[in-house]
């Protein structure tokens, strides 16, 4: 990196968390630190909506994912649409009209506390993960590639974010996100324009989709049953529908966002522009990730992209075993080169693609000659495709910029997991359970002491996780064990009036047992647990309370 790299990285990060801390301090009371005051415009919650899901991991690994991969990932958000429809009908209209600071409220009023505090704390356990999962994603990958060091970047990026939401609460999380988004969307339209413009003379974007489609990396719908694949229209209409419903309708990072509108109106469009907007967005960011692809068969790319992977087998006795790989490597990527210059007939199509299996196969022995070595490392390199492209070929500034957009990835994210993790131990946990009344400015300063407490402990996971294949796909997994559960609670207490807070209670403990046991036993895709837990918790819910004849027709 530059000079004018770090100039532009350090005030555009700086400028977010001043103008974010200055903006917005002074709160008196709860419902201007938690709610914002309910002053949120339509377009600031749909912006807000979309930077809280769109971390650091969606702008490192997403593009990763689609060059390995290609652009079947998108399908995961086909269920967006459809989710974003039925919580404006359903979850927001109720929400509103009892007037909660938290989604776990209305369980208590529905069941009783017991149930309003499990659901709080599953949403606690898994989103303080998250939490930490989003600043550990983009500080282990710039570690591994800059050379800075990681447990240092953990805490920047923790304290960065403390400071601005700690201050202003919600109102903070909204007004640095609307900057966060413009920075984020700018970044990656310069990073897509310069793809195509080092692209050689004569290949144009119809062309760049021609060689991506003839390597496999256009499909984007499949229409298959089988379990073994993971991204189907199938798990994304079903699966993603039922993870959308719980993230969004039920998980308090996104409740708040929404909680915070003028109005019922103002909240629906914010979720709607959410809805209409979300899947072109990951698309064109997938299809970033393809024009990558594109550009590195007409430029040397490594074997592996994980620099600390390289260096570790370079400085092994493995040394010449992973040089003759890198030798058939670079042998078959001059192949391809004067392959698709010629021109991609029928017939290159075909060897084209043999010769990208040929390649698939060598970064498969790649990394196991890499996992021989004494060093622990990561041999997935899907989280630092973009990255490596970002570093090697962008002029100085624009790289700054880049990663300006990734680190600000992770401050909105970071930011709206620990405001709502503040509101919801504060609301759910400390305040329902203070025997005696408290002042307003008690509660705000209890708030901020939740954030900070947080956010101390997101840096602490941070410096202690360990990267997982694909950090997009971590994220996920962890929402996934939890999120249908606590749908299923929430579907429950919205339409099945039969149900009782015991047959409740028990059913969703017994649920997350079991869909702990599923996941560790591999035995379905993780999308299909979503389904699954909202399924089991309200069938096992309601076969408790039939079998219950003890319990009253009124509780």
């Known amino acids: 990196m530059q000079n004018l790299d770090w100039i532009v990285l350090s005030i555009t990060l700086l400028f977010i968390v001043f103008y974010g801390a200055w903006k917005t301090k002074g709160s008196k009371n709860v419902e201007e630190y938690i709610k914002g005051g309910n002053e949120t415009k339509w377009w600031t919650i749909g912006l807000s909506v979309m930077a809280t899901q769109a971390s650091a991991i969606t702008f490192l690994s997403t593009p990763g994912q689609a060059f390995h991969s290609g652009m079947g990932f998108v399908q995961f958000y086909f269920g967006l649409p459809i989710a974003m429809v039925i919580i404006c009908l359903v979850f927001i209209p109720i929400y509103h009209k009892l007037q909660v600071y938290t989604a776990y409220e209305y369980l208590e009023s529905r069941f009783d506390l017991k149930t309003r505090t499990l659901a709080a704390i599953l949403f606690l356990i ?78 144009t974007f119809t062309k760049a989709l021609e060689i991506a489609g003839a390597s496999d990396k256009m499909k984007v719908l499949d229409f298959s049953w089988d379990l073994n694949n993971r991204y189907t229209v199938w798990t994304g209409i079903l699966g993603g529908t039922f993870l959308m419903l719980s993230y969004f309708g039920t998980d ?124 622990k490392v990561e041999t997935n390199d899907k989280d630092y495709v973009f990255i490596h492209f970002i570093l090697n070929n962008l002029p100085k500034g624009l790289i700054g910029l880049l990663l300006a957009v990734i680190l600000s990835a992770a401050m909105s994210s970071t930011a709206s997991e620990l405001n ?95 869909i702990i046991v599923v996941w560790y036993l591999d035995i379905l895709p993780y999308l299909w647990l979503n389904a699954l837990g909202c399924a089991l918790v309200m069938g096992i819910s309601t076969i408790l309370q039939a079998l219950d004849t003890s319990t009253t027709i009124e509780e």
Not at 352 to 358: K, S, W, Y
Not at 461 to 472: H, W
């Open 252 to 375: 308090q990072s996104q409740v708040q966002r929404y909680l915070s509108g003028k109005s019922v109106k103002e909240s629906q469009l914010g979720l709607i522009f959410n809805g209409l907007l979300k899947v072109p967005m990951q698309f064109f960011i997938l299809l970033v990730g393809v024009m990558v692809f594109v550009f590195y068969q007409f430029n040397a790319s490594p074997l592996n992209f994980n620099p600390k992977a390289e260096e570790a087998v370079v400085n092994s006795a493995y040394a010449q075993e992973y040089k003759v790989l890198e030798d058939k490597h670079r042998e078959i990527e001059s192949k391809k080169k004067t392959l698709i210059l010629a021109g991609l007939t029928d017939k290159s199509k075909a060897q084209l693609q043999d010769l990208n299996e040929q390649d698939k196969l060598l970064k498969t022995q790649a990394k196991t000659i890499i996992d021989k070595t004494e060093q």
């Open 126 to 203: 898994q989103r303080g993960l998250a939490a930490g999962i989003t600043i550990f994603a983009p500080a282990i990958i710039l570690s591994a590639v800059l050379g800075w060091d990681l447990i240092i970047l953990n805490i920047i990026i923790g304290v960065l974010v403390i400071v601005y939401t700690v201050s202003g609460g919600t109102k903070a999380v909204s007004v640095t996100q609307k900057q966060q988004m413009g920075i984020i969307f700018s970044g990656m339209f310069i990073a897509f324009y310069l793809i195509l413009d080092y692209l050689p003379d004569g290949i």
């Open 420 to 514: 709502a993790l503040a509101s919801t131990t504060a609301i759910d946990l400390y305040k329902r359970n203070q025997k005696k009344e408290k002042s307003e400015e008690h509660y705000v300063k209890m708030s901020k002491w939740f954030t900070l407490g947080w956010g101390v402990l997101a840096i602490l996971v941070a410096c202690v996780a360990n990267l997982f294949d694909n950090l997009i796909q971590l994220v996920n997994i962890i929402g996934s064990i939890f999120y249908g559960n606590v749908l299923g609670i929430f579907l429950l207490a919205f339409f099945i009036k039969a149900v009782k807070s015991n047959a409740v209670f028990i059913g969703a403990i017994i649920t997350q047992l079991i």
